[in-house]
């Protein structure tokens, strides 16, 4: 008998019991419930722990379970006096918010959430891997502050040949390596260069931190440098923000050509290049680009990546890559802000990146992102030709520029409207959009039809992006 379904069925008949029954009645015993429903003591045992829990019921030793009084009213607080206390600093994240909460309505497609669907994540491998991990004898024990020595050197050796596993420090996934990058190399009020368009989340971990993210345009080829050098001079900024591969929204390589001329700028005005290679394990069947770590030689690229992107929303362990100073600082941040990640989480993350299984699974992850762009984009020319993209290189999100007159947002709630979940474009730009996009995610649908079906849907909702009607 599956057990997930009995407890199910058990819950599900108690909570009806529950609600016929007054405050004070005992319930059927252990004994009861497990002759009359076939499911054995364990599975009644949690059951009721459950219920217990959200204060439907009351365990008496020797007596037995009875339905709980109702909760007493409460009266509400007066929590005004917060307003003055608080000031009018605000940590806005409209932007992320649909990658946080994705949409759980019957029905909705959602090309807005961005991570992996289940069936394209590594679960047995992810399963086998803590499961091992946590037999490891010292599972339970503090781990060193900068992470398991292990990981930090595959980490070391997936981003450059000449990174070293004393400059890692393994992060609570990518988003909190961008805040913890933030603060210690901007200081609070400063300014701090970024692609235009961007990823929210840098966006929404710069405000919060009271830094003013300032935009630098980019185009197929990625961050302009001659762009980048004037802002630089312009405002004085110390450092500089971007995603040379795959970027997120737009799915770009930051072009060979550019990579030394942003690194030189950054030289020039003595600041910091802070590289976000969180879509490195993203490619589309093609060797990701080398990283800007590691044509540095003087410390100047701060790197930090993730495995949560290519692997689960639930595996957070990320790891920033500094040396010098920097390194110091960023250390000491960590030790203030939770001092280390949790023990099993990092033998889990180096359990499943030392296997045959995780390149096993880059690999097919590799196929399927890459017939997902392709379905996503042949989608488009089918149902909404009068959206304009460039293919993405790599990573799990189209850029698609809307026909102008259409506003993003309302664009998306009319999606939404009509069953699909897409992201609008304005909350990826630091300052005022130079026209209307949305962010397209082909990763975390069921199956390619179900892209098909989804673009179908915009446009249904939006006839304006059929284009042209022809004369």
């Known amino acids: 008998m599956n057990q997930d379904s009995s407890t199910a069925r058990l819950t599900s008949w108690l909570r009806e019991e529950i609600r016929g029954a007054r405050p004070g009645d005992r319930l059927p015993s252990t004994r009861a419930l497990v002759d009359t429903h076939h499911v054995s003591p364990v599975t009644v045992s949690r059951v009721l722990a459950a219920l217990g829990a959200e204060g439907l019921v009351v365990s008496r030793p020797g007596a037995g379970t009875f339905v709980a009084p109702p909760p007493r009213p409460s009266r509400p607080a007066d929590y005004s006096w917060q307003t003055i ?14 990658m946080a909460d994705p949409p759980h309505e019957d029905g909705v497609i959602s090309l807005a959430t961005g991570y992996l669907h289940p069936s394209l994540m590594p679960v047995r491998a992810l399963s086998a891997a803590l499961a091992r991990a946590a037999r490891q004898p010292d599972a339970w024990d503090r781990p060193p502050v900068a992470g398991l020595h292990g990981l930090r050197s595959w980490f070391a050796r997936a981003a450059s040949p000449d990174a070293d ?30 692609e235009s368009p961007t990823y929210p989340g840098a966006l929404a971990a710069a405000r919060a931190a009271g830094l003013r993210p300032v935009p630098v345009p ?37 072009a060979e050509p550019r990579r030394e001329a942003v690194l030189a700028a950054g030289a020039a005005a003595g600041a910091f290049v802070i590289e976000d290679d969180c879509g490195r394990w993203l490619a589309h069947g093609q060797r990701p680009p080398p990283t800007l770590l590691s044509a540095d030689r003087d410390g100047r690229v701060v790197y930090l990546t993730s495995l949560t992107k290519a692997a689960s929303p639930s595996l957070r362990i990320g790891a920033l890559i500094a040396r010098g100073p920097a390194a110091a600082r960023l250390r000491a941040l960590r030790v203030v802000d939770d001092m280390f990640v949790a023990r099993p989480v990092q033998e889990a993350a180096l359990e499943l990146v030392s296997g045959v299984a995780w390149d096993r699974h880059l690999r097919g992850l590799a196929q399927a992102l890459t017939g997902r762009a392709r379905a996503l984009v042949a989608a488009l020319a089918r149902h909404a030709p009068g959206v304009t993209f460039t293919p993405p290189a790599g990573g799990m999100h189209l850029w698609a520029r ?30 005022e959009p130079p026209g209307p996009y949305l962010r397209l995610t082909f990763s975390a649908a069921p199956a390619n039809a179900d892209l098909d079906t989804a673009v179908s849907r915009l446009a249904g909702a939006v006839p304006e992006l059929a284009g042209p009607v022809p004369r």
């Open 218 to 254: 980019a185009d197929a080829y990625g961050v302009i440098p001659e762009l980048l050098a004037d802002a630089f001079g312009r405002t004085g900024a110390l450092a500089f923000y971007c995603q040379p591969a795959y970027h997120n929204p737009a799915g770009t390589v930051l």
């Open 165 to 194: 596993a004393g400059d890692v420090l393994v992060t609570a996934g990518g988003q909190g390596a961008i805040s913890a990058a933030f603060r210690a190399l901007v200081p609070a009020g400063g300014t701090l260069l970024v």
């Open 402 to 431: 809307l026909p102008a007159g259409l506003d993003d947002g309302e664009t998306a709630q009319a999606a939404r409207r009509s069953g699909v979940a897409v992201m609008p474009g304005r909350p990826f730009f630091p300052a």
């Open 85 to 98: 206390a608080l000031g009018d600093r605000t940590v806005d994240t409209a932007g992320l918010s649909p």
